[in-house]
C-alpha cells in the first residue's frame, strides 16, 4: 500500500482564492482525519469522519472550511475564501480498528 | 483543543545519552501513543500503549502509562543524531474516536 496519499505537497495561493486539499486514505481504512499544524497551535484536529460520514467537525475554524467524504477512498478540504492566517500544514491521517493511525506526507500551504 | 502537554519543550543531550519526554493529559483513554516528526515531514507512528497496560518496549524505545496520574513518558535510549526530531503524545479519547495530539518535545542530538 502507498499510505495515505495528499495532494498538492504545496500550495502557494493568493488571499481570496478557494483551495482544495485532497486526500486518498488507505484502502480499508474506516476513519479519516484532517490535521492542521501550525507553530503557535501544534497539531489540531479539525475534522474526522468514520465510514464517510464526518463525526466532529468542532475543529473546522470557521465556515470558509468544509470538508467532504464522498466515497471511502477519497475526502477533500476547501477553504474559501483562504486569508493568510490559513497558512500552515495540512496532514490528513487515516485509521481502522484493527491498525493504528497512518498520516500522509502533509500540504504546506502558504497563502499570500 | 490539545490534551497532551509533554514536558520538556526542548531537550537537547550528546549522542549516547538516554533522552526521557514526559506527557500529560485530561481525560480518560483507550491508548496513548507516541509519534515522531522529522523537521518538514509527515508523523510517524512510535509506538502505542493502552489504558490497561503500564509499560511497552520497542527496540530502544520504552514508553510507561500511569491512568491514575494521567500521564506517559517516552525513553529513548543509547540516542543517535538521527533521533534528532520531534516528539508528540496524543490520546485515544474514551468515546471520542478520535487522536488528540500534545504540543510536542523537540529532541536535539548532538553528536
Known amino acids: 500500500d502507498a499510505g495515505v496519499i495528499q495532494s498538492p505537497r504545496h500550495e502557494v495561493t493568493e488571499m481570496g482564492q478557494e483551495v482544495t486539499l485532497r486526500c486518498k486514505p488507505i484502502s480499508g481504512h474506516n476513519s479519516l482525519f484532517w490535521y492542521r499544524q501550525t507553530m503557535m497551535r501544534g497539531l489540531e484536529l479539525l475534522i474526522y469522519?468514520?465510514?464517510?460520514?464526518?463525526?466532529?467537525d468542532s475543529g473546522m475554524p470557521e465556515d470558509r472550511f468544509s470538508a467532504k467524504m464522498p466515497n471511502a477512498s477519497f475526502s477533500t478540504l476547501k477553504i474559501q475564501p483562504s486569508e493568510p492566517r490559513d497558512s500552515a500544514v495540512y496532514f490528513c491521517?487515516?485509521?481502522?480498528?484493527?491498525?493504528?493511525?497512518?498520516f500522509g506526507s502533509g500540504t504546506r500551504l502558504t497563502v499570500v | 483543543s490539545q490534551q497532551g502537554e509533554e514536558d520538556p519543550q526542548a531537550l537537547s543531550i550528546q549522542e549516547g545519552e538516554n533522552a526521557t519526554m514526559n506527557c500529560s493529559y485530561k481525560?480518560?483513554?483507550?491508548?496513548l501513543q507516541w509519534y515522531r516528526q522529522n523537521s518538514g515531514r509527515g508523523l510517524v507512528h512510535l509506538i502505542l500503549?493502552?489504558?490497561?497496560?503500564r509499560e511497552k518496549h520497542s527496540g530502544r524505545l520504552r514508553v510507561t502509562l500511569d491512568t491514575s496520574k494521567k500521564s506517559s513518558s517516552l525513553l529513548i535510549t543509547a540516542s543517535r543524531a538521527a533521533d534528532t526530531a520531534s516528539y508528540f503524545c496524543a490520546t485515544d479519547e474514551r468515546g471520542a474516536q478520535k487522536l488528540v495530539f500534545g504540543q510536542g518535545t523537540r529532541l536535539t542530538i548532538n553528536p
Open positions: 481525560t480518560s483513554i483507550n491508548n
Open positions: 491521517a487515516s485509521s481502522s480498528p484493527r491498525s493504528g493511525y497512518t
Open positions: 500503549i493502552r489504558s490497561n497496560e
Open positions: 469522519f468514520n465510514n464517510n460520514v464526518p463525526i466532529d
